[in-house]
């Protein structure tokens, strides 16, 4: 499976962006797709991770109420709508599949996008 990660771009606080995750190849053994994030000086993080089949979606608390995950099937495409964004958002965005029930670490994702940037000012 290949990811293609984008929508990333330079922002003010408050303002939206909505990431795109576009999956290539065998995407049928694909069972959750995330999202994680990695900030200046800072470890990866998870942010948010969808079932591919049911649509269940998880979420990290510090995205919660502003960040919505979702999927397309039809167009093997999965989408981060970010709302409300702050300056410790400013990252870059990796999207990660699994073939498995992951959900928050990392070590359960096998394939990983080439990362987006997201820079919010304040």
């Known amino acids: 499976v290949q990811l293609q990660a984008s929508g990333g771009g330079l922002v003010q606080a408050g303002a939206s962006l909505r990431l795109s995750c576009a999956a290539s190849?065998?995407?049928?053994?694909?069972?959750?797709v995330g999202w994680f994030r990695q900030g200046p000086g800072k470890e990866r993080e998870f942010v948010a991770a969808i079932r591919r089949s049911g649509g269940s979606t998880y979420y990290a608390d510090s995205v919660k109420g502003r960040f919505t995950i979702s999927r397309d099937n039809t167009k093997n495409t999965a989408y981060l709508q970010m709302n409300s964004l702050k300056p410790e958002d400013t990252a870059v965005y990796y999207c990660?599949?699994?073939?498995?029930?992951?959900?928050?670490?990392?070590?359960?994702?096998?394939?990983w996008g080439q990362g987006t940037q997201v820079t919010v000012s304040s």
């Open positions: 190849g065998p995407t049928f053994t694909i069972v959750t």
């Open positions: 990660a599949s699994s073939t498995r029930l992951a959900i928050r670490s990392d070590v359960n994702y096998d394939n």
